[in-house]
Structure formats: structure tokens, C-alpha cells
Nanobody, 127 residues
Framework: QLQLVESGGGLVQPGGSLRLSCAASGFTLGDAVIGWFRQAPGKEREGVSCIETIGDSTNYADSVKGRFTISRDNAKNTIYLQMNSLKPEDTAVYYC????????????????????WGKGTLVTVSS
């Protein structure tokens, strides 16, 4: 069964850090374009970051640029989202998504052609 599972969410104080993981089963993450998305309460889902399959080119939403880093560990079949200098407005459920024949988009940041979504992990930034 092909699936994506996110982990690493939790409660963190403003200015803190978290690292989210997106683990794949049933397929090789290195063969897919992977994106991170988030949905805050009462808001639409938005793209946060994306990483391509070839050359590992990355995109970031302006709101997270310089604070978040997406990376790929093919040996562990896992994608990470390192989140630093977290702000209360980063509070959301974070999802990863995979596209086998898609590509990263820049405006807005996202993934074209998503095949699979994870179920999400909650990140709460609060003092």
C-alpha cells in the first residue's frame, strides 16, 4: 500500500524549532516531487515548500523563506522540513504530498499533479 506518513509536530514556543518528517511506504520518495503544505484553522491550505526529483531544486513560500528548509534523505526514504524561528502564524496542520509526473510550482508554491497526500501533523506555536 502506497502511503505518506508525517511526524514531528507538536507544541513549541515562538522562536523555537521543529523538524517534520514525511516517510513513504510502497514507493521511493526519490522518484517523486515532494511538497509540504499547511492548513491553519479557518484558512485554506497553502503550499510551504517543494523539492524536485532532478537536482533537488527547492521552492519556498515567502512567509517561510529563510526559516524553513526542505531536504531529502533517500537512504531513509524520508523528506524533512526543518522549521526554525517559528511564529504563532506558523500554527497549522502540515501535510506532505507526492507527485510522480508532476513538478514544483512557484506562484503559488506547491506541487502540480499530486498523487498522494499524508494525513498531516499538527504544529502549534504558542507561549
Amino acid at each position: 500500500q502506497l502511503q505518506l506518513v508525517e511526524s514531528g509536530g507538536g507544541l513549541v514556543q515562538p522562536g523555537g524549532s521543529l523538524r517534520l518528517s514525511c516517510a513513504a511506504s510502497g514507493f521511493t520518495l526519490g522518484d517523486a516531487v515532494i511538497g509540504w503544505f499547511r492548513q491553519a484553522p479557518g484558512k485554506e491550505r497553502e503550499g510551504v515548500s517543494c523539492i524536485e526529483t532532478i537536482g533537488d531544486s527547492t521552492n519556498y513560500a515567502d512567509s517561510v523563506k529563510g526559516r524553513f528548509t526542505i531536504s531529502r534523505d533517500n537512504a531513509k526514504n524520508t523528506i524533512y522540513l526543518q522549521m526554525n524561528s517559528l511564529k504563532p502564524e506558523d500554527t497549522a496542520v502540515y501535510y506532505c504530498a507526492a507527485a510522480f509526473l508532476g513538478h514544483c510550482t512557484k506562484v503559488p508554491v506547491g506541487v502540480f499533479g499530486v498523487n498522494y497526500w499524508g494525513k498531516g501533523t499538527l504544529v502549534t506555536v504558542s507561549s
